[in-house]
């Protein structure tokens, strides 16, 4: 489903080029779960943000779901992003002045896709907030803002799906609710995930854990 090979991210400074991601290759299984750890700053968030066609490789090459983004134009790579990549971010990243079904619609009308409203209550209820429909991000505590970011990034039932410590901001409690979650649905769809976090047991639930420091990837090891 993801398949990388020699990838690099270099950006230009004043004292020369600094190597973020260091000729990579990585392989990814339909369905399988992977957790990536690593300390700040070793590139783990910047590899996650070229996986999902959000910032490009310097070099290097990177397939998903048999798609070169290579060869994508922008515009292409923007449509493919609609059906194909499902994100959920630590900051939840909610449209404020929507309500959560607004919210978790937003992906099906942007491609142009039918039934969104049914479509967008029947993953609410998937989350366990079918009774929060009409509230808005500010009237939801964080696990159920979440939540509401978790059903907008699988509604449109894409192959993949990256998350990026998402129960950094939950308390510990309402963070495992929310990881019971991402990783039940992810199974239960045959979804592909990487799950970026700092927490080792976390990564540990997935399929594999793959260890980045210094933008270089270290070992890897089954769950």
Known sequence: MIE???LTVTLPSRAGNVNILRGLDVTVAPGEAVGLIGPSGSGKTTLLMVLA?????TSGSVQIAGHDYGQMSEDALARFRRTHVGIVF????LVPTMTALENVMLPLELASQPEAPERAAKMLAEVGLADRHDHYPTQMS????????????????????FADEPTGNLDQKTGQAVMDLILGLAKERGTTL???THDKNLAQRCDRTLTMQDGCLQAAQGA
């Open 4 to 6: 990388v090979q020699n």
């Open 53 to 57: 066609g959000l910032e490009p490789a």
């Open 90 to 93: 630590q900051s939840f990243h």
């Open 142 to 161: 964080g696990g159920e803002q979440q939540r509401v970011a978790l059903a907008r990034a699988l509604v449109a039932n894409p192959p993949v799906l």
């Open 194 to 196: 990487v799950l970026i």
